[in-house]
């Protein structure tokens, strides 16, 4: 970064309940915090991989890093991420949906340097290419730097029903990553409407990621949430008086915010925002489904810990995630026998049996958990 540049800080969005990864997500071990794709935790992958985006070396990296979290899972956040000061853990004393926390953070960095620019991410996510990931990164940054609020869009590999898409502007030539212009975003669609949006070429995946200067977010959210930006001023008038002051308005005006997503709230509304093209292995793990694509397979498909017998069985997904203790050594055999296409997971106090096809609807799970009043299971 040279000396006329703005830092680039990184908030990461470290709420949600991932009730689609159950048994092994529970409400004080969301999804971020699992090691669903490779050995540490999806929040430390997602951290790691934008250190160099923040400049300045490895520690003045971590203390761009913001985490936006909620009180109960401070403590395994924490854990999880023991690099990030405590300073830099934005704790949400209620959930009010992506706005106000984007906003809260923007409001937070701008009152040190309203010009720095802000990447706000996903903590859940996976990216197979990460040098491509940042490489698309820096042309969002360098968009956002010239004063446009923006997007990354992912280049969308078939007609998927479960994201919305981001209608762009047709490239001029300028290269595969160079921004476009936003023309609109769309609710999920159908699988008609979702294959039309991929034939034409012009429709991008929201991925969730954002990345505008510190007071350009501040201004748009004026502009278009006005009550929000009222309770942001009144936050930042009671930190102008200390952090004790600063954390009190913050429990009192925080849980009156309106609750609203960012895209909602702001980004439909932003004249001459802008959307980077990404093509770098991403995938937003939505279920056990993407768990198994991207995990380790035998040559039948299968992904399962050593030790597993599986016979006449292919395109299974064992997951063993039973605590052990004791030093005593485990002889406990899964297998699986003449089955394909399923999920298994096992912990301590559960375990899930889904085929595969069927992996979003685990969520049912939990809420007929909660229905019959079995919410430490949940």
């Known amino acids: 970064m040279s000396s006329t540049e703005t830092p680039v800080h990184v908030l990461i969005l470290a709420g949600g309940a991932g009730t689609r990864f159950w048994p092994a997500s529970r409400a004080a071990r969301p999804k971020q915090l699992l090691p669903l794709v490779g050995g540490e935790p999806l929040i430390a992958a997602t951290a790691r991989r934008v250190l160099p985006l923040c400049a300045g070396g490895e520690s003045a990296g971590w203390e761009r890093i913001w985490i936006a979290t909620g009180q109960h899972l401070v403590a395994p956040t924490r854990a999880a991420l023991p690099e990030v000061s405590e300073r830099r853990l934005l704790v949400e004393p209620t959930p009010?949906?992506?706005?106000?926390?984007?906003?809260?953070?923007?409001?937070?960095?701008?009152?040190?340097?309203p010009?720095?620019?802000?990447?706000?991410?996903?903590?859940?996510?996976?990216?197979a290419d990460v040098p491509r990931f940042l490489e698309v990164l820096q042309a969002a940054v360098a968009s956002a730097r010239g004063g446009a609020i923006t997007t990354v869009g992912i280049r969308p590999t078939h007609p998927e029903t479960g994201f919305g898409y981001i209608e762009a502007e047709e490239a001029a030539g300028a290269g595969s990553a160079a921004p476009r212009r936003v023309l609109r975003f769309v609710?999920?669609?159908?699988?008609?409407?979702?294959?039309?949006?991929?034939a034409s070429g012009r429709f991008l995946w929201n991925a969730g990621m954002f990345i505008f200067r510190a007071g350009d977010m501040r201004a748009a959210i004026r502009a278009h949430l006005p009550a929000l930006a009222e309770g942001?001023?009144?936050i930042d008038r009671a930190a102008a008086l200390g952090a004790a002051a600063e954390e009190e308005a913050v429990l009192r005006v925080f849980p009156r915010l309106p609750a609203v997503s960012i895209d909602h709230g702001v980004m439909e509304h932003v004249d001459g925002l802008a959307v980077v093209p990404g093509d770098f292995g991403w995938s937003d793990l939505g279920s056990w489904q993407s768990a198994w694509e991207l995990a380790e397979k035998d040559e039948r498909g299968n992904s399962a810990p050593a030790g597993s017998v599986l016979v006449d069985a292919q395109g299974n997904h064992l997951v063993d995630l039973r605590a052990r203790g004791g030093g005593?050594?485990?002889?406990?055999?899964?297998?699986?026998?003449?089955?394909?296409?399923l999920v298994v997971v096992e912990t301590d106090d559960a375990l899930l049996i889904v085929p595969r096809d069927r992996a979003q609807d685990v969520k049912h799970v939990v809420d007929a958990l909660k229905a019959r009043g079995r919410g430490r299971h949940t």
């Not at 009010?96 to 701008?110: D, E, F, K």
């Not at 609710?187 to 991929?198: C, G, I, L, N």
């Open 96 to 113: 009010r949906n992506t706005a106000p926390c984007i906003g809260w953070a923007a409001a937070t960095i701008a009152r040190d340097d």
């Open 115 to 127: 010009e720095a620019v802000v990447v706000v991410l996903p903590s859940d996510h996976h990216i």
């Open 187 to 198: 609710e999920k669609p159908s699988r008609e409407r979702a294959a039309e949006f991929v």
């Open 232 to 234: 942001l001023d009144e």
């Open 328 to 341: 005593a050594p485990d002889d406990r055999v899964i297998a699986l026998v003449g089955v394909e296409g």
